[in-house]
Every structure is written in C-alpha cells, then in structure tokens.
C-alpha cells in the first residue's frame, strides 16, 4: 500500500486518514457512531453557530433504504456495506439573528474533518460523496428550505479489497497531494499553470 509522506512534520493521524471503499458489512454500535457526531460537534464554527445537521440509518432500520436510494448507482455498489449512512446538512443563516451565515458550508466542512478524524482514529472507514440526488435528499428527508445539503457519507468497519469490483479494487489505496507550493501564495493570488 502506498504510504503517504509530508513534506512538513505533521501529525501521522492526518497522513494515515483517507477514504476506502471496502467495508465489511458489520454493524456498528450506536454509541460508536455517538463518539464520531461528538466529534463533529466540537468543530469550530462562525459565531459558534454549529449550522450542521446529520440525517443517519443504521444499515437494517426503516430509514435505511430512504437514505442509500439516494446514492448514483457507483457509490450504491460499494456503500451497500456500510454500517451506517448519512447526509450532511447546514444551515443557512444565523440563529441568533437570522442573517446569512456566508460560512455556513465551510462550518459543516469542519466538523465533517473532525468527524472523519475520529472515525480513521477508531479504525473506521469514513467515506464521504457527492454521488447522490441533493434535490432527493432534500425532499424525502423533509429537509427545509434554509438548509443546504452538503454532503454524504458511508462508515462502517473495513472490508477486504478483493470484495469491491475490479475497477474499484484498482483505486483502493491513499492519494497523494499537490504539493503545497501550488496551493499557498505570499501576497496575492496566483494562477498555477498546468
């Protein structure tokens, strides 16, 4: 497997985070799902607003099917393992005075990050997507209109590569990064050409 390396001294939780997509099928416990949202919920946010919202199924609950029937039928092949399955939501304006929250997204990306950090902490996959109907999601969800949906994910325990589809097998392993030199500009923006 590749082993990713930084280029500057960084925490190995971080490098050792990514998102397969072989998951066993087992269950997980309620509790431990519990122990990913905790995390969540301490992400920093605007004006400590915490915007994000989680819409979850255990896999054999009445919600289930809701929630995996939303997915591209790719992300279906491989998440149907999955111990649990959620969407990610924010919302849009402000509680305290109701004015838009222009962070609203980046907030429910950072508790995402922190969530995802747990999970590869707790040996879990953490998978998140965007191969799914939004508009869907937000109907059958009964999500209201001064919510964006995000984002969804898959967690559960990992699974063996030689279970997922040939193609897939291909692509189960960590990514690397740009290097931070095309990503990070002194002054002003600049324009990387490729």
Known sequence: MFIRKSQYKIEDLILKRWSPRALSGESIKHEEFMRLIEAAHWAPSSYNGQPWRFVYAHRDTPAWQKIFDLMIPFN??????????????????????????????FDAGAAWENLS????????????????????????????????????????????????????????EPSDRKPAQEIIFEGQFQQIEK
Not at 87 to 105: D, I, Y
Not at 130 to 149: C, H, I, S, T, W
Request: aromatic content about 10%; glycine content about 8%.
């Open 76 to 105: 279906q092949v491989w998440a149907k393992n999955a111990a649990v399955l959620v969407v990610l939501v924010s919302l849009k304006n402000f509680e305290f005075n109701g004015k838009p929250a222009r962070t609203h997204s």
């Open 117 to 172: 950090l747990q999970g590869c902490f707790m040996n879990l996959v953490v998978h998140g997507m965007e191969g799914f109907d939004y508009e869907k999601a937000r109907k059958d969800l009964n999500v209201p209109d001064g919510y964006e949906v995000e984002l969804m994910f898959a967690v559960g325990k990992p699974g063996r590569k030689e279970d997922l589809p040939k193609e897939l097998q291909e692509r189960e």
